[in-house]
């Protein structure tokens, strides 16, 4: 009888496995590059997103922008049985808080909330830019339409809600309109800090700013490449943490490290013609995004944008210099490109999403042994772990072993010192946690 039992369980679990792999390709196939393109050139046709440009017009500024960008979600959500809730969430800015901030200014974000079935305090964020501005990042009334950034962001956000709100989650997805990203990412900060007061556990954010050129400045043109950039560990980790990782590893392995070895993991998986690359940057040299002020918060967070950027059509007045087209103008957009690094959003999200949560605590130990030794903690709803493993200098987990439902394992003829490990947790339906670094020792 007990064989009985394990056999049906284990097809219970291969159906489940082959229903999500399907519902993974279901998904790649029903973001739309067409959809894409009508809310980019929407979005653009406000003239102005500025975060100081005006909010009393209907059709121009980040006002009806962010309006109409409500109403969209309300539209999505209307489709999915009220799946969604949408709500603004707003911070007042005083004038003078820097230098981008000329007068009292109210950043305001659009959430939209897929709440989910057995964790509905774990959220998964993907998020966009509203707001957009031209070479003087002070000028909020001449034209701005901001089309790759961050129209594209946005429009990719919207799409992936469209897209996933017709399936159902055990973790809560949050959608999210961000403003102010361009007067010194006040929209994150707001947000990060309303997630801090309300006690969401974030499990991480996917930051979108730049997913439609292909055409870089330098030449090339990929409609293939895109970057992953993520900070090597949270800043808000503790002294005795900085100094044991001096001993046992882990300068690359941190929390948001995590999350961009995931999407890189799920794309390689259901989207392999594409070619996620991995930075171990917070971001561009010198710059920064709305993923930066929840890493300050001590939450997991990556920008997935485009690999060949453009400057002359980023923060630039519309114009055209020695045969030179200045501008963030729509026809600069690729929008089958716009579509891809939406459905890497979107598979990586309902990944996370399908998945129970990472073990909290992973002991490591079998120093001066010839085996890896590990103990991790049990994670409610998991069938199972698997323990992944690579090369100190290898950016990506390259070899892993499912080690089935216990809470301890042995890897016999693998030298700890030679490799860094991590556990992920395994549900009843194949998918799986994103994978928790070893933060305690035993021996």
């Given at each position: 009888?007990?064989?009985?039992?394990l056999?049906g369980?284990?097809?219970?679990?291969?159906i489940?496995?082959?229903?999500?792999?399907?519902?993974?390709y279901?998904?790649?196939?029903?973001?739309?590059?067409e959809?894409?393109?009508?809310d980019?050139?929407?979005?653009?046709?406000?003239?102005t997103?500025?975060?100081?440009?005006?909010?009393?017009?209907?059709?121009?500024?980040?006002?009806?922008a962010?309006?109409?960008?409500?109403k969209?979600?309300q539209?999505?959500?209307?489709?999915?049985?009220?799946?969604?809730?949408?709500?603004?969430q707003?911070?007042?800015?005083?004038?003078?808080?820097?230098?981008?901030?000329?007068?009292?200014?109210?950043?305001?974000?659009?959430?939209?909330?897929?709440?989910?079935?057995?964790?509905?305090?774990?959220?998964?964020?993907?998020?966009?830019?509203?707001?957009?501005?031209?070479?003087?990042?002070?000028?909020?009334?001449?034209?701005?339409?901001?089309?790759?950034?961050?129209?594209?962001?946005?429009?990719?956000t919207?799409?992936?809600?469209?897209?996933?709100?017709?399936?159902?989650?055990?973790?809560?997805?949050?959608?999210?309109?961000?403003?102010?990203?361009?007067?010194?990412?006040?929209?994150?900060?707001?947000?990060?800090?309303?997630?801090?007061?309300?006690?969401?556990e974030?499990?991480?954010i996917?930051?979108?700013?730049?997913?439609?050129?292909?055409?870089g400045?330098?030449?090339?043109?990929?409609?293939r490449?895109?970057?992953?950039?993520?900070?090597?560990?949270?800043?808000?980790?503790?002294?005795?943490?900085?100094?044991?990782r001096?001993?046992?590893?882990?300068?690359?392995?941190?929390?948001?490290?995590?999350?961009?070895?995931?999407?890189?993991?799920?794309?390689?998986?259901?989207?392999?013609?594409?070619?996620?690359?991995l930075?171990?940057?917070?971001?561009?040299?010198?710059?920064?995004?709305?993923?930066?002020?929840?890493?300050?918060?001590?939450?997991?967070?990556?920008?997935?944008?485009?690999?060949?950027?453009?400057?002359?059509?980023?923060h630039?007045?519309?114009?055209?210099?020695?045969?030179?087209?200045?501008?963030?103008?729509?026809?600069?957009v690729?929008?089958?490109?716009?579509k891809?690094?939406?459905?890497?959003?979107?598979i990586?999200?309902?990944?996370?999403a399908?998945?129970?949560?990472?073990?909290?605590?992973?002991?490591?130990?079998?120093?001066?042994e010839p085996?890896a030794k590990?103990?991790?903690?049990?994670?409610?709803?998991?069938?199972?772990?698997?323990?992944?493993?690579?090369?100190?200098?290898?950016?990506?987990?390259?070899?892993s072993?499912?080690?089935?439902?216990v809470?301890?394992?042995?890897l016999?003829?693998?030298?700890?010192?030679?490799?860094?490990?991590g556990?992920?947790?395994?549900?009843?339906?194949g998918?799986?946690?994103?994978v928790?670094?070893?933060?305690?020792?035993?021996?």
């Amino acid at each position: 009888m007990r064989v009985l039992i394990l056999l049906g369980l284990l097809l219970l679990s291969n159906i489940c496995l082959g229903q999500k792999e399907a519902d993974m390709y279901s998904i790649i196939h029903a973001v739309s590059s067409e959809r894409i393109k009508k809310d980019v050139t929407t979005l653009a046709n406000f003239g102005t997103r500025h975060t100081l440009s005006d909010t009393v017009s209907k059709t121009r500024g980040i006002g009806a922008a962010r309006r109409w960008i409500k109403k969209e979600f309300q539209k999505t959500s209307k489709n999915c049985n009220n799946c969604l809730e949408v709500t603004y969430q707003k911070n007042l800015i005083k004038k003078g808080e820097n230098d981008r901030i000329t007068k009292d200014v109210v950043v305001v974000n659009v959430l939209a909330l897929q709440k989910g079935t057995k964790y509905p305090n774990r959220y998964i964020i993907m998020s966009g830019d509203i707001d957009s501005r031209v070479s003087d990042p002070n000028n909020y009334t001449s034209n701005s339409p901001g089309a790759n950034d961050n129209a594209t962001g946005m429009a990719g956000t919207l799409e992936a809600a469209r897209v996933l709100s017709q399936f159902s989650f055990e973790n809560s997805i949050l959608y999210v309109g961000l403003s102010g990203e361009e007067q010194g990412l006040f929209g994150g900060k707001g947000l990060a800090n309303f997630a801090k007061e309300k006690g969401w556990e974030i499990i991480g954010i996917l930051n979108n700013d730049m997913i439609g050129n292909i055409t870089g400045v330098d030449g090339v043109i990929s409609n293939r490449d895109f970057r992953i950039f993520s900070e090597p560990v949270p800043p808000t980790e503790t002294e005795k943490e900085r100094k044991l990782r001096r001993f046992y590893g882990g300068e690359v392995d941190g929390i948001s490290r995590q999350l961009a070895r995931f999407v890189y993991k799920t794309t390689k998986k259901y989207m392999p013609e594409m070619n996620p690359m991995l930075v171990y940057r917070l971001d561009r040299f010198g710059r920064g995004g709305h993923h930066k002020p929840f890493n300050d918060a001590g939450f997991a967070g990556i920008r997935i944008m485009e690999a060949h950027e453009n400057y002359t059509q980023q923060h630039q007045d519309i114009r055209t210099e020695n045969g030179i087209a200045y501008g963030d103008v729509v026809e600069h957009v690729n929008f089958e490109y716009n579509k891809k690094l939406t459905a890497v959003n979107a598979i990586s999200l309902a990944s996370i999403a399908w998945a129970p949560p990472a073990p909290k605590k992973v002991e490591i130990g079998g120093i001066v042994e010839p085996a890896a030794k590990f103990k991790w903690s049990k994670v409610d709803g998991a069938m199972g772990y698997k323990i992944y493993w690579r090369n100190t200098t290898s950016p990506t987990w390259d070899y892993s072993k499912s080690v089935g439902n216990v809470l301890e394992h042995t890897l016999d003829g693998i030298v700890v010192d030679n490799y860094f490990f991590g556990i992920a947790a395994i549900g009843a339906n194949g998918q799986e946690s994103i994978v928790t670094f070893p933060n305690a020792i035993f021996r």
